[in-house]
Nanobody, 115 residues
Framework: VQLQAFGGGLVQAGTSLRLSCTAS????????MGWYRQVPGKQRDLVAT???????NYADSMKGRFTISRDAAKNTMYLQMNSLKLEDTAVYYC??????????WGQGTLVTVSS
C-alpha cells in the first residue's frame, strides 16, 4: 500500500483547508485510514480516523472543526479543516492500517496557519 497526501499550504487563521490522501497498491487490504499531525520536536498525534465502514473517531481538540471522509471508489481520504487556528500548524500525515494490522504512512503535507 502506498499513500500520497496533498493539499497542505499556508492559510490564515479562521479559514479552511482540505487535505487529500490517495492510496494505491493493495487497497483492498485497508481497514482503517487516518490523519496524524506532528510539530517539530513533538510526538505525532492523532487527528482523526475512519474505518472502511465509515465509522469516525476524532481527537477532542478537532471535534466540530475537522471532518474526515473517505471515497472508496477513488481510494481517497479527505480531511476538511475549518476554523483553523495557529496551533493547527503541523505536518499532517495520512496512514492506513490493513486488516492484518500492518500500518502504512504517507509522506506528510505541511499546513501552516498564520495570523
Amino acid at each position: 500500500v502506498q499513500l500520497q497526501a496533498f493539499g497542505g499550504g499556508l492559510v490564515q487563521a479562521g479559514t479552511s483547508l482540505r487535505l487529500s490522501c490517495t492510496a494505491s497498491g493493495s487497497t483492498f487490504l485497508i481497514n482503517v485510514m487516518g490523519w496524524y499531525r506532528q510539530v517539530p520536536g513533538k510526538q505525532r498525534d492523532l487527528v482523526a480516523t475512519i474505518t472502511r465502514g465509515g465509522s469516525t473517531n476524532y481527537a477532542d481538540s478537532m471535534k466540530g472543526r475537522f471532518t474526515i471522509s473517505r471515497d472508496a471508489a477513488k481510494n481517497t481520504m479527505y480531511l476538511q479543516m475549518n476554523s483553523l487556528k495557529l496551533e493547527d500548524t503541523a505536518v499532517y500525515y495520512c496512514t492506513a492500517v490493513t486488516f492484518g494490522s500492518t500500518s502504512y504512512w504517507g509522506q506528510g503535507t505541511l499546513v501552516t496557519v498564520s495570523s
